[in-house]
């Protein structure tokens, strides 16, 4: 009896100890889990940065997280349909073997500057500043003041979104109808699973603009958001939240 009493703390102690292990491995994941934003460090900065006629860049702790770090992921999810630009990071570590800390020493970034945000432009020796309140929206404005490079909502494509803008403008039924059919013709391109998904979101709206005119687009915003704001689950919002953007695209002055 006395050793089973004896091995219970023991036990316990291995319990705590897996699941706090559990719990770092979780947030390490999370942290540095920022889909569509690219991992740089010393050896592949100089060969992917001039590949791309913008890239912004974070240099941050090696694992970030919280706010910004969300906002960053934003970014990153949104610039995921504009070929021309590249969101990536920089870990920078001031411990161990100091990774990336020679990327940061260059470009004059200290570590009470993180997250500090970088705009690499083509054909431009120096990046620029963001200076801005720290948010996607802020982000995406720094990017298309300083370049021309396409940054739209996130889950829409630039393609489509460039057929959207001439579809909305042309009062021309036989002009709207070709537009259609070339935004047919790109979905049928994709070989991405979700980006056809999006392409048919697109191509969908396209066809009730024709069935219905352009006020559909409005009718269409109004109940897709009394859908988000009902009780429906996070994936089905998310899924809403979408639409809701590719509806924005139809109308550019929300943009």
Known sequence: MALLWCNIPVMCCHTVVTLLTLFLLLHLTTAINAKGCTPLDSWTFDKIIPKFHA???????????????????????????????????????????????????????????????????????????????????????????????????????????????????????????????????????????????IAETYVKIMRKVLEKGGEFIGLEKNRVEGLMNGRITKEKKEEMQGRLNILKSFSRDEL
């Not at 910004?68 to 990071?89: C, D, M, Q």
């Not at 940061?104 to 500043?129: C, M, N, Q, T, Y």
């Open 55 to 197: 890239a912004i860049v974070k240099f941050d702790i090696a694992y970030p997280y919280g706010k910004k770090h969300e906002e960053y992921t934003k970014l990153s999810a949104a610039g995921r349909g504009s070929p021309e630009l590249l969101v990536a990071e920089v870990g920078v570590k001031d411990y161990g073997d100091m990774e990336n800390m020679d990327l940061a020493e260059r470009f004059g970034v200290v570590k009470e500057d993180f997250p500090k945000v970088k705009l690499f432009i083509s054909g431009k020796d120096d990046p620029l500043d963001f200076e801005g309140e720290f948010n996607a929206e802020e982000l995406k404005k720094f990017i298309r003041r300083h370049s021309e490079v396409y940054i739209g909502l996130e889950g829409c494509l630039e393609t489509f979104d460039r057929i959207v803008d001439r579809f909305m403008i042309t009062e021309n039924l036989v002009e709207k109808k070709t537009l259609l059919r070339q935004a047919e013709d790109e979905w049928d391109k994709l070989k991405s699973p979700s980006d056809q998904q």
